[in-house]
T-cell receptor
Framework: EADIYQTPRYLVIGTGKKITLECSQTMGHDKMYWYQQDPGMELHLIHYSYGVNSTEKGDLSSESTVSRIRTEHFPLTLESARPSHTSQYLC???????????FGPGTRLTVL | GENVEQHPSTLSVQEGDSAVIKCTYSDSASNYFPWYKQELGKRPQLIIDIRSNVGEKKDQRIAVTLNKTAKHFSLHITETQPEDSAVYFCAARKNSNSGYALNFGKGTSLLVTP
C-alpha cells in the first residue's frame, strides 16, 4: 500500500547519543519534508528536499542533518541529542507541482 | 517569508452548530491554501484545499473561502459532530524556491460538545 513510513515510532534516549530517524515513502513522490511538532502545536519546517541529492534547511533552526540518496528515503540525523530536541518529528512528501502533502505517522522523541 | 496567522486558538461549539476558523497570510504570491485536521495522537490529514484562482470550495459539511485582496481564508464546518473535534491547521504554500513547502498556522483546537 502506498504510504509514508517512519521508524521508530517512539524513542527514548540519553543526552549525547547520535540518532537517526527513518522516513520512507512508497508513493512515488519527489519532494520530502521534515517537520517538528510538539503535540497539538504548530508544525515547524526543519528540512526539505526537491529530489535526490537536494536538501535544504527550513525555517526552524535545527541541529539535525538530512540526506537524500534515494528518492524514497529521507533520514534525519541528530549527532548529539539534547533534552531540547524532545518533540515529535513528522515526515511528509508531495509530488511534482501537485500541492497536497501527505504526512507520516511521526516519531515521538524523548531525550533524557 | 510567508507568515500565516490563525484564529481562534481554541473553539468550543455545541453539536449541530457551525464552526469558523480564520487565517491570514502575508505573501501575496502564495497560491495554494490547504486545511489539515489532526486528531489526537494521529498524523495531520488534508480535509480541503483551495487555489488562488478560486474564491470558494465546498465538500459536504466543509467549505473554504478565499479573499485574495484581503489575504485571508476561512474554514467553515456546518452541522458539527463530536468526531469533528481535533486540531485544525491552515497553511499557505511558499513559492517554488522553498521546495513547495507549506507554512502552517499555529492551529485551532476545536471541541464539539454533544
Amino acid at each position: 500500500e502506498a504510504d509514508i513510513y517512519q521508524t521508530p515510532r517512539y524513542l527514548v534516549i540519553g543526552t549525547g547519543k547520535k540518532i537517526t530517524l527513518e522516513c520512507s515513502q512508497t508513493m512515488g513522490h519527489d519532494k520530502m519534508y521534515w517537520y517538528q511538532q510538539d503535540p497539538g502545536m504548530e508544525l515547524h519546517l526543519i528540512h526539505y528536499s526537491y529530489g535526490v541529492n537536494s536538501t535544504e534547511k527550513g525555517d526552524l533552526s535545527s541541529e539535525s542533518t538530512v540526506s537524500r540518496i534515494r528518492t524514497e528515503h529521507f533520514p534525519l540525523t541528530l549527532e548529539s541529542a539534547r533534552p531540547s530536541h524532545t518533540s515529535q518529528y513528522l515526515c511528509a512528501s508531495s509530488f511534482g507541482f501537485a500541492n497536497e502533502q501527505f504526512f507520516g505517522p511521526g516519531t515521538r522523541l524523548t531525550v533524557l | 517569508g510567508e507568515n500565516v496567522e490563525q484564529h481562534p486558538s481554541t473553539l468550543s461549539v455545541q453539536e449541530g452548530d457551525s464552526a469558523v476558523i480564520k487565517c491570514t497570510y502575508s505573501d501575496s504570491a502564495s497560491n495554494y491554501f490547504p486545511w489539515y485536521k489532526q486528531e489526537l495522537g494521529k498524523r495531520p490529514q488534508l480535509i480541503i484545499d483551495i487555489r488562488s484562482n478560486v474564491g470558494e470550495k465546498k465538500d459536504q459539511r466543509i467549505a473554504v473561502t478565499l479573499n485574495k485582496t484581503a489575504k485571508h481564508f476561512s474554514l467553515h464546518i456546518t452541522e458539527t459532530q463530536p468526531e469533528d473535534s481535533a486540531v485544525y491547521f491552515c497553511a499557505a504554500r511558499k513559492n517554488s524556491n522553498s521546495g513547495y513547502a507549506l507554512n502552517f498556522g499555529k492551529g485551532t483546537s476545536l471541541l464539539v460538545t454533544p
